[in-house]
């Protein structure tokens, strides 16, 4: 399989969220991939115990405030480069990058203050692409280019 070169920083698509050209970091001393949520909670409903998840906020162009059930979650706990365990809760969600879909684990996390409300790790990363720590948006500009086309 061949792997495809990435950059540092780059825009994907999240259909499933209705959410286009969000800013990603791409962090290869992350393991997994986590996602900036407004509000994470177990309700109750007719279906059982679900997660309730208000992705991003309302300092970013994407948040709609629009509440997403996960009936099909985890939680794990997760060491942050400080050295700090927290328990997360994980979700399965599809992202677009190079015009193809990756099935992808994020860890819902308040990410508030930091550049990128996206972070993808290298259980993602490792399996598919190359890093060049030198490049940036270089998923976003090959579909600008395809989009010319």
Do not use: W
Request: aromatic share 10%; glycine share 6%; with cysteine.
């Amino acid at each position: 399989m061949t792997k495809i070169i990435i950059g540092r920083k780059d825009k994907i698509d999240i259909p499933y969220l209705l959410i286009e050209n969000i800013s990603v970091k791409i962090d290869s001393g992350a393991y997994s991939s986590s996602i900036h949520c407004n509000s994470i909670n177990l309700i109750e409903t007719e279906k059982g115990q679900q997660l309730e998840v208000v992705f991003l906020d309302d300092t970013n162009l994407n948040f709609s405030g629009k509440k997403y059930l996960f009936s099909s979650y985890k939680k794990k706990k997760v060491k942050s480069s400080t050295g700090d365990e927290q328990e997360r809760y994980f979700v399965q969600i599809p992202i677009i990058l190079f015009g193809k879909e990756f099935l992808t684990d994020f860890s819902l996390t308040r990410r508030n203050g930091l550049r990128n409300p996206l972070l993808l790790g290298r259980k993602l990363t490792s399996n598919h692409f190359i890093i060049d720590t030198s490049l940036t948006n270089v998923s976003f500009k090959h579909k600008k280019k395809i989009q010319k086309n």
